[in-house]
């Protein structure tokens, strides 16, 4: 039997030996001793606790630091932009690192900005993100910061608001780089900060998000040995929610127009229907999951969102479009349902007469957020003690997708989920994210801070 801890390697002395009256205690003894150097090494790593000589220390600053990173998120919050336009924010933030004294490079994959803090000796590299961007929402909450802000996004004016809660993930990475700087000469390694544009997708037509900022060498000079990021979500405030291995979904979108012949609406074998055709497909598309995906294994979701076509109700038209999104935790489930999507689309259009034409991850591509299982379970001690035991839990799948996942699969990476929903309040009936009233305890700022910096510095001086 594998003994997993030293509490089961004890459970199974006394089950099988201790009671044995006719063994000498001294054997007993020796025997106890010789069980519990059995237990694997990964497994004794696990249940003690990650430790570095500073703990102390940012427990104190993560506190003393508090009023300044409210101020940051609430400056945020009420002053929000959309992705690739956070020009503003991000001159707030390297204003900020420079006087930390960070080496800061901006304009990384457009608005991007990237500090670097070099440790008085030497050791691995370490990355923290965050992201930037607000979303197209126009905020229906009553806070004395509430964002009043209007821009235009896909030509209609809009409202702008921080309803996915990054205006939260900023400050406590700033707080988080005030924290290590003044531990600069005492850190074994460096430090890269990353201020991450569009993580919520560019605007039509551009580029941005991690993948680009990869492209633009945000993990090179230095070369990044982990990466570690945290996202607000709606669970009890302060605890800290984490998954190895599959966290969040892959995330694409797909196009699909249906091209018939226009006819008269009472003349329908004048004309092939695309409509009719649509309707097939969007029929055809359900199938995918309920028959054709081990979802015990690999859940995944086919969803049409937008379906369009026509202006008149006595015209067959002659295109239709259909627009949706997919979601999956696993690569080759995720490329057989495009595989699928295009020959549903394309075949029920050609048994028709029409034509189809597929465009998948257009917009939106990202890949599934996997937490490196070995960087997981070296860094859990470390959540467990920056939250406290009781405040950290294993989390479910997550449908929703980061494109955090690109720097994972680039370097071993840890994300988590940081609740903010008040502690008297349901978490499971609040406002999600994205909503006109998501809203976000600022209790859980000085958490989210004690756990970055501690990441930072268990595996700094924990070394590679």
Not at 67 to 80: I, M, T, Y
Not at 288 to 295: D, E, G, K, L
Not at 341 to 357: P, S
């Amino acid at each position: 039997m594998l003994v997993s801890s030293v509490a089961q390697a004890q459970e199974q002395v006394e089950a099988n030996v201790l009671h044995e009256s006719r063994i000498p205690v001294t054997m007993r003894n020796l025997l106890l001793a010789a069980l519990l150097l059995s237990v694997p090494a990964p497994m004794q790593a696990q249940t003690a606790p990650a430790a570095n000589p500073l703990a102390a220390e940012v427990e104190r600053l993560s506190v003393e630091l508090n009023p300044q990173v409210v101020a940051w998120r609430r400056d945020f919050h009420k002053n929000p932009e959309l992705g690739n336009r956070e020009t503003r924010t991000a001159k707030v933030i390297a204003d900020e690192l420079r006087k930390l004294g960070f080496e800061v490079t901006t304009g990384v994959a457009t608005t991007g900005v990237v500090g670097v803090l070099r440790g008085g000796l030497p050791g691995p590299v370490v990355a923290l993100r965050s992201d930037m961007d607000a979303l197209p929402v126009a905020e229906q909450g009553d806070l004395p910061f509430k964002s009043t802000a209007k821009t235009q996004w896909n030509g209609q004016e809009v409202g702008v608001m921080h309803a996915c809660g990054h205006d939260n993930h900023m400050a406590i990475l700033l707080g988080t780089a005030t924290a290590l700087a003044r531990m600069k000469d005492r850190l074994p390694g460096t430090v890269k900060v990353i201020f991450q544009p569009a993580e919520e997708g560019p605007p039509p037509g551009e580029t941005g998000g991690a993948e680009q900022m990869i492209k633009e060498s945000v993990l090179e000079n230095p070369k990044v040995d982990a990466i570690f990021g945290l996202h607000v979500f709606p669970f009890p405030a302060g605890q800290i929610v984490y998954r190895s291995g599959p966290l969040m979904a892959s995330a694409d979108t797909f196009l699909i127009r249906i091209k018939g012949r226009q006819t008269h609406g009472a003349v329908p074998w004048g004309g092939i229907d695309p409509i009719v055709v649509g309707s097939q497909v969007v029929m055809g598309l359900q199938t995918i999951i309920s028959r054709t995906v081990n979802i015990t294994e690999a859940p995944a979701v086919v969803t049409v969102g937008r379906f369009s076509g026509g202006n008149r109700s006595n015209i067959v038209p002659e295109m239709v479009e259909l627009e949706g999104t997919v979601r999956a935790f696993n690569e080759t489930v995720r490329r057989d349902i495009h595989d699928r999507i295009r020959a549903i689309a394309t075949n029920y259009a050609e048994a028709a007469g029409a034509t189809a034409t597929i465009e998948i991850g257009m917009g939106t591509a990202y890949p599934s957020t996997i937490n490196d299982p070995a960087l997981t379970e070296r860094m859990l001690p470390t959540l467990r003690r920056a939250a406290g035991a009781d405040n950290v839990r294993l989390g479910p799948l997550t449908g929703t997708a980061e494109d955090f996942s690109f720097f994972q699969q680039k370097v071993p990476g840890l994300f988590v989920f940081l609740g903010v929903t008040p502690r008297d309040q349901d978490y499971t009936k609040v406002a999600q994210n994205h909503s006109p009233l998501f809203f976000a305890d600022e209790s859980a700022l000085p958490v989210g801070v004690k756990v970055m910096t501690n990441l930072a510095l268990d595996y700094l001086f924990g070394g590679k």
